[in-house]
């Protein structure tokens, strides 16, 4: 049997393939490659903003999950509409501002669960985006701003490593932590401040793990993918 996380659940972490690319082709190419290995690839802004729903739907009919990361951030009604047209296209989970305040939260919520009800959907997990990985921050501010979230109705949290064991001491709800910026060790973190190891994020707390260069940059993206796993599953999980 698993351990139990510190969210105190059975919920094993997984690994999310950031899928930032520069074509469909390669992105696809990835996802052909380690999918079930990875079972959920991230599609960011750039990806999203070059080919749209499409990369959603290829993603969806090879088997695998859809962690769409545009961090919507708008008026309630706006950022509504977007959310309620993500539903529709099947993604496991979104992300949103939370810095976009507590009435766009709850808008957000809103329309996800009612469009996923209109189309007999699953609903996708709303996740809240408190500081950039790129920025540094106060962990008061991080958790100011968690609270808010989960309060509001956010399925979870993106946040790094440091503050995972933070939110999850403090914030006495079961809800999921995304955490980007994994590496396999801290000495290069490229344009993101507040890196981590595999290990570090289970031991934090962290649900899914967003790995993104160590993979994409790798000679052998399944082996490395392979060795992440095993870091993981010997990670507390």
Known sequence: MRKLRKAGSLRPAQIILALDVDSLEGAMGFVDRLYPKIKIFKVGSHLFTAYGPRIIEL??????EVFLDLKYFDIPNTVAQAVGAAARHKVKMLTLHISGGKEM???????????????????PLLIG????????????DVLALAKMGIESG?????CSAREAGILR??????????????????SSADDQKRTATVEQA????????????????????LAKTEELLGDLYGAGN
Request: no cysteine; hydrophobic share 50%.
């Open 129 to 140: 985006v408190t500081v950039l990985t790129s920025a540094l921050a106060k962990s008061n």
């Open 59 to 64: 993603i969806r009919e090879k088997g695998a």
């Open 154 to 158: 956010l399925d979870g949290i993106v």
């Open 202 to 221: 289970v031991k934090a707390g962290s649900d899914f793990l967003v790995i993104g260069r160590p993979i994409l940059k790798a000679d052998n993206p």
């Open 169 to 186: 001491e403090k914030i006495k709800r079961d809800f999921l932590i995304i955490t980007p910026g994994i590496r396999m060790d801290t």
């Open 105 to 123: 939260l709850e808008a957000a919520v809103a329309a996800a669960e009612a469009k996923a009800k209109e189309a007999s959907l699953a609903r």
